[in-house]
């Protein structure tokens, strides 16, 4: 644990414009796991809950673990197949992808053993699918056969993007079902507002709640990382160090480069969390919990990093 090191460094002095519920500093807590599993890293969190994949020690096949509020309280165990979790929302509704059959289905607690699975079917009733993003209130973006699709929350039935078809990347998936994609001329909200242009030089790189987070006009003399809302305007300028990973519905960024991981409470505030840097794909709750991955190929370990102080 010596290289998980407290720091609370103020990178940026805090303004009076700086949330008064922004933490200050993060308790680091490791993350219980099985003695069977192999760990691999965590995939997502949001609200009080965190998921994570691995693998087993003494057989073929995969694991799922699911935390809430640092303690495991479920593991999806999957026999001589490869499923691994891809997101997660608030109310502890997982979204999972099967790599060799290329099936995607929404899993939830309902008290029994197993809990729920919801397959997620294709366009033409077809299994090649896969779920790359879930939102509060269940819907889940993904593909069917390579094209953007929604599956709105509680039905396995998905609905095309409007205006979209196998050329374009979905991206990510807002709270209020506007759908992030791209295409060679650029970047795109797609939603009850139509179709909004970020401009053909965005970078995104995390979408939560009905914020993106990137760079806008990447590779000129003006890129700079932001914050747009899903109207397509740029709601915060970060400083030219910030590099966005993750954004929180209450709009706070974090960003993560060799000045290490910090939480952006407004443009003008970041707070160092750690000093860790690498691919270690850290998340962002609406607490300012930040959850990530530790380690390399022969021992991973998740972390938790704890705010104090902040708002639940």
């Known amino acids: 644990m010596g290289a998980l090191v407290l720091s609370t460094g103020v990178v940026v002095p805090a303004t009076a414009s700086a949330d008064p519920l922004a933490c200050r500093s993060w308790d680091t807590v490791e993350l219980p796991v099985p003695p069977a599993v192999k760990f691999g890293g965590v995939a997502a969190a949001a609200g009080s809950y965190a998921v994570g994949n691995g693998s087993f020690f003494s057989m073929y096949g995969s694991t799922v673990l699911l935390w809430k509020d640092g303690q495991e309280v479920k593991q999806l165990s999957f026999f001589r197949s490869i499923v691994g979790a891809t997101d997660v929302n608030s109310s502890g509704t997982v979204l999972l992808n099967s790599a060799f059959s290329k099936a995607a289905s929404r899993w939830h607690d309902d008290g029994s053993p197993d809990g729920v699975y919801e397959s997620l079917r294709g366009l033409a009733g077809e ?91 990447a590779g000129t003399e003006d890129a700079r990382a932001v914050r747009w809302n899903t109207s397509g305007e740029i709601t915060a300028t970060y400083p030219y160090f910030a590099s966005p990973v993750a954004v929180n519905s209450r709009g706070h ?14 443009p003008d505030s970041g707070f160092e969390v750690n000093h860790a840097t690498g691919p270690n794909h850290p998340s962002l709750t609406d607490a300012d919990d930040v959850y990530l991955t530790t380690g390399d190929e022969t021992y991973r370990t998740p972390i938790l990093f704890d705010c104090v102080g902040g708002g639940r």
Do not use: C
């Open 127 to 217: 299994y090649e699918v896969q779920g790359l993003h879930l939102n509060e209130r269940g819907d889940v973006l993904g593909t069917s056969k390579g094209e953007p699709v929604v599956w709105p929350a509680g039905s396995p039935t998905p609905q095309r993007v409007p205006g979209t078809d196998g050329s374009w990347t979905p991206l990510g998936l807002a709270d209020d079902g506007s759908v992030l994609a791209s295409s060679s001329g650029g970047k795109y909200w797609i939603g009850a507002s139509g179709v909004i242009s970020l401009g053909a030089a965005a970078e995104v790189t995390a979408v939560n709640g009905l914020h993106a987070v990137g760079t806008a006009d």
């Open 253 to 266: 960024m974090l960003s993560q480069n060799y000045a290490g991981i910090l939480v952006w409470f407004d």
